[in-house]
């Protein structure tokens, strides 16, 4: 997603691109630098990960310490976003915006590309190969569908293997049915 905005004559082109990881992270503040060699500074922030053991950086590419790529990374972080990037490409004006009025400015910019952005929430699963009788196939079919559980395969044999997918949050009420039922359960 891409936003662009006008203060005070500079032009501030803004990127928002998901990311995974900082090599990733890098190659898009790279190729901002090539589709863009003559813009005045390229200024990025980026959080990966959950935010409580989250990996994050940020760069003010030649601003005054502090007036880029924190209030954009501080924009990031208000709004709980993770394995994003944010590249902020400024052609100056002529006109100097001071301290303030680049912090200001920096982060309206990350907030034009970010009001809008669509959350997509991450929510990780297990994997699951099951070995049952016949005659249990229905029950953990009725759990999957209670436990917001995928069924990817089923094969029939001399008994039913059921390979699942479900949130990582269910597993413990998997593992009692299985115990209780006496299936089989091999994770992946």
Same mark, same amino acid.
């Given at each position: 997603?891409? +936003?662009?905005?006008?203060?005070?004559? *500079?032009?501030?082109?803004?990127?928002?691109?998901?990311?995974?990881?900082?090599?990733?992270?890098?190659?898009?503040?790279?190729?901002? +630098?090539?589709?863009?060699?003559?813009?005045?500074? /390229?200024?990025?922030? =980026?959080?990966?990960?959950?935010?409580?053991?989250?990996?994050?950086?940020?760069?003010?590419?030649?601003?005054?310490?502090?007036?880029?790529?924190?209030?954009?990374?501080?924009?990031?972080? /208000?709004?709980?976003? *993770?394995? @994003?990037? @944010?590249?902020?490409?400024? =052609?100056?004006?002529?006109?100097?915006?001071?301290?303030?009025?680049?912090? +200001?400015? =920096?982060?309206? !910019? !990350?907030?034009?590309?970010?009001?809008?952005?669509?959350?997509?929430?991450?929510?990780?699963?297990?994997?699951? *190969?099951?070995?049952?009788?016949?005659?249990?196939?229905?029950?953990?079919?009725?759990?999957?569908?209670?436990?917001?559980?995928?069924? @990817?395969?089923?094969? =029939?044999?001399?008994?039913?293997?059921?390979?699942? *997918?479900?949130?990582?949050?269910?597993?413990?009420?998997?593992?009692?049915?299985?115990?209780?039922?006496?299936?089989?359960?091999?994770?992946?």
């Amino acid at each position: 997603m891409d +936003r662009e905005i006008i203060i005070n004559k *500079s032009r501030f082109i803004t990127w928002l691109r998901p990311v995974a990881d900082r090599d990733a992270a890098m190659a898009v503040v790279e190729e901002a +630098r090539q589709l863009y060699p003559d813009a005045t500074h /390229h200024c990025y922030a =980026y959080l990966l990960g959950n935010p409580a053991s989250a990996q994050a950086a940020m760069n003010d590419d030649g601003e005054p310490s502090g007036t880029a790529g924190k209030p954009i990374f501080n924009v990031i972080q /208000h709004k709980g976003l *993770s394995d @994003v990037l @944010v590249v902020v490409i400024r =052609y100056f004006g002529g006109v100097k915006l001071g301290a303030g009025g680049l912090v +200001r400015a =920096y982060a309206a !910019a !990350a907030e034009s590309v970010l009001a809008d952005v669509e959350r997509i929430e991450h929510v990780p699963h297990f994997s699951a *190969s099951l070995d049952m009788d016949f005659a249990l196939e229905q029950r953990l079919r009725h759990w999957a569908d209670q436990h917001q559980g995928l069924i @990817v395969d089923v094969q =029939y044999g001399q008994k039913v293997t059921l390979a699942l *997918s479900a949130p990582e949050e269910h597993f413990a009420d998997l593992e009692a049915l299985c115990a209780a039922e006496q299936i089989a359960m091999r994770t992946d």
